[in-house]
């Protein structure tokens, strides 16, 4: 019971974050209702959780004011719709200056993610470059996994990259070209390497899958 209660005011501390932007922790007290000692204990380990941020502000007259307000990572707990913009704003696109010049955005669109991975993935060996893509796409949302199928002296090297989740469904259910437009951007960050897309989430599978092959 008490962790659910626990549960409840710190779901109900960012909610309050949300719409006042930011607030003491006196005034979130005041305001759900709980003691000063359990509010502090809450905003502490939602500071250490990442979900809240601590200001602090210089006033004229007496000491400095504690102000919490949400984190990035914070804001991100609550429903956003971006997949569904993304796809509406892609269809009233389509329809103003048709599917040719919608393609050649999505193609400039990957060419510039693609430039933004290359200045992150500077590793000398395939090992460490892959192992930096998975890590971004990690990062990203994609659940990424790397394993190495083949590592030896008398073989190129062979990893596999697996993405559980897809982080842009929507988008790529409703324009699965911006997948073609993925394995295109993989392919070029490895220009030493064959790479290959052996699993497809479009295709009904629980995972996307990418096979990438050193070639010498």
């Known amino acids: 019971m008490t962790t659910s209660l626990q549960q409840s005011s710190k779901d109900s501390i960012l909610q309050y974050l949300l719409k006042e932007n930011k607030a003491s922790a006196q005034t979130i007290a005041e305001v759900i209702n709980i003691s000063p000692q359990a509010t502090r204990r809450h905003l502490k380990e939602l500071e250490e959780q990442g979900l809240i941020e601590l200001f602090i502000t210089q006033i004229k007259t007496g000491r400095p004011q504690h102000l919490y307000s949400l984190s990035k990572k914070g804001r991100e707990r609550f429903p956003q719709n971006y997949g569904e913009f993304a796809v ?126 050193g070639l010498s």
């Open 88 to 213: 509406s704003f892609l269809d009233t696109l389509t329809e103003t200056v048709g599917e040719i010049q919608v393609s050649k955005v999505l193609e400039k669109q990957w060419q510039r993610k693609a430039e933004n991975y290359r200045q992150h993935i500077t590793g000398k060996t395939l090992r460490q470059r892959v192992s930096q893509l998975a890590q971004i796409r990690k990062q990203e949302g994609y659940m990424a996994e790397l394993f190495c199928v083949e590592e030896d002296s008398h073989n190129p090297p062979k990893f596999f990259l697996t993405e559980h989740n897809c982080a842009i469904s929507d988008v790529a259910e409703s324009y699965p070209q911006v997948c073609s437009h993925e394995l295109e951007m993989f392919a070029s960050l490895f220009p030493d390497c064959k790479v290959e897309r052996t699993n497809w989430i479009n295709d009904g599978e629980h995972r996307c899958g990418y096979l990438i092959q």
